[in-house]
């Protein structure tokens, strides 16, 4: 009975060494996510692009949220072009793009490392009249 009870003791002895650990836990930064709203008007033919930067290399999601008829201010399912890219003097050079309508879901949605971006909306060659536009970006 007694070397149980010594055994039990040296057994408890040895797990609790390690809780003594020196070893610093790794110091992460946690970052609430922005969102920033894109709006604006797109001409027949024409391209309208927003800069932004990302802090962290975390998921960036960019939605079509809305797109109107400029005049009467009626939702419309028209196609236009969605893109992402870098900022190249006053333009935004594509590093993605889709053709889409506006949505209720992320049409991008990657991990993004730090860094400038711009994101554009532009006439693929569908549009008949001017539109009213609202592009949702959420990253940190």
Do not use: W
């Amino acid at each position: 009975m007694k070397r149980l009870t010594v055994m039990g003791l040296i057994l408890i002895l040895c797990s609790s060494a390690g809780c003594n650990s020196t070893t610093a836990p790794t110091n992460y930064t946690i970052v609430s996510p922005v969102t920033e709203i894109f709006q604006g008007t797109l001409a027949v033919k024409g391209t309208s692009f927003f800069t932004f930067i990302i802090g962290n290399p975390d998921p960036l999601r960019i939605t079509l949220a809305s797109l109107t008829n400029e005049s009467t201010g009626a939702a419309v399912t028209t196609n236009v072009q969605l893109g992402l890219g870098v900022k190249a003097g006053t333009t935004c050079t594509s590093t993605f793009s889709t053709t889409t309508t506006a949505a209720l879901v992320a049409q991008y949605f990657q991990v993004a490392t730090p860094g400038t971006y711009c994101v554009f909306v532009s006439d693929p060659g569908t549009m008949t009249t001017s539109l009213k536009f609202a592009v949702r970006i959420i990253h940190s």
